[in-house]
């Protein structure tokens, strides 16, 4: 439930609707907007009588969300949110953001050379995998730790906000202190334990589809984050299992516009994913922008043919390069840029 406050509403009377939304046994989210403030009524699994708050002085008008996935959805809250990962590279605005870099951490080497590379293509965040979720207990696992720390020497030499992938709440807590933002899997979208606890963490989290996961699953995963306090979500479409396999994943290029109208928070798209295939990744990342996405995530590899992990679906550089650059016109086309490589002027087009 949403308390609308009147314009002229006084502080007193705000902290009476919290405390008598408190007395109720909820939790009041009062948020403070240009014109008047909404309070936020929390824990509650089903219709709230409204009777109590409807009366008190100050209140303009009560809305029922109807959505199970309340404070992630348009209903709570109808304008765009924000996610900011580091100065300069924000989510959801008119801006778009580019997430590139390896599947895994391999080596110092490895990270520095992709981070360069795709700093130098356009890059606007660097991702690579330190802690790997993979579908074999025999497969490269990743470095751990220490792929943290080259993460964090290659964030130092490019400038590039670092993205990297937390398996349980041990790992979000060793990987928050490294990453700008921690990545929460396909095969952890439902780990509930996970979810609260990136929750609690108050760094912003991309959240990526399950592979046989909803929409509103997704959406309600995300309501885990938000239950817990932290509203710095960033949604991503990453294809989705199909009885066809012809292709690794169905990329669900309709969950862009879905997302968007149900949901306040960014939507982005990993084309790498989406398609395990490197020839399928520049045009499917062309069409999630097209479409709308806020941003790509697309696996890029200094030597994709002896990557650890997922080469045959990295871009070499210059592909990449190439994305990039025809990303910049169709975001042009429809009235969006791509944003400036943290550090650099912006690239005009056309
Ligand atoms: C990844 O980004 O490398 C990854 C493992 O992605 P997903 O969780 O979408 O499979
Ligand atoms: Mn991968």
Redesign the pocket.
């Known amino acids: 439930m949403l308390i609308v406050m009147a314009n002229h509403a006084t502080h007193e009377q705000i902290d009476r609707v919290v405390k008598v939304i408190e007395e109720m046994g909820y939790t009041a989210r009062p948020m403070p907007g240009e014109q008047r403030t909404a309070i936020g009524l929390v824990g509650n699994d089903g219709r709230v009588d409204s009777s109590r708050i409807e009366g008190l002085s100050g209140v303009a008008e009560v809305i029922h969300v109807t959505k199970p996935y309340k404070q992630v959805s348009r209903e709570w809250k109808n304008e765009n949110t924000i996610v900011t990962i580091a100065p300069g590279v924000s989510f959801g605005g008119t801006e778009i953001q580019i997430i590139a870099g390896p ?2 951490v391999e080596s110092e080497q490895q990270i520095v050379a992709s981070a360069l590379a795709v700093r130098a293509g356009g890059a606007t965040a660097l ?1 690579g ?1 330190a802690f ?2 993979r579908s074999s207990p025999y497969s490269f696992q990743g470095l751990g730790k220490k792929g943290l720390e080259m993460l964090a020497l290659a964030r130092r030499e490019t400038g590039l906000p670092i993205v990297t ?1 937390a398996l349980d709440e041990e790992g979000a807590n060793l990987v928050a202190e490294y990453a700008d933002c921690i ?7 439902q780990n509930y334990p996970l979810l609260r606890a990136v929750g609690r963490l108050k760094k912003p989290v991309l959240l ?2 399950g ?1 046989a996961a909803t929409i509103v699953d997704l959406l309600m995963s995300a309501e885990y984050i938000l239950a817990e306090g932290n509203d710095q979500v960033i949604l ?1 479409e ?2 989705i299992r199909s009885f066809d396999t012809m292709a690794r994943n169905l990329f669900d290029l309709t969950a862009i516009p879905l997302v968007q109208k149900l949901s306040h928070l960014p939507m982005i798209a ?1 084309p ?2 989406g398609t395990g295939l490197r020839d399928k990744v520049t045009p499917m990342g062309r069409a999630a922008i097209a479409a709308g996405a806020d941003g790509i ?1 697309v ?1 890029v590899h200094p030597n994709p043919d002896r990557a650890l ?2 080469g045959g679906q990295s871009l070499f550089p210059d592909q990449f390069a190439q994305l990039v650059q025809e990303i910049r016109a169709i975001a042009n086309a429809i009235g969006r840029t791509v944003a400036a490589t943290p550090g650099t002027a912006p690239i005009q087009v056309g």
Request: proline share 4%; net charge positive.
């Open positions: 599947c895994s991702r995998g790997k979720p992938e990545q929460i899997g396909a095969r952890s979208m990526k589809r592979m991503c990453r294809g990993d790498s994913h995530l696996e992990s997922d």
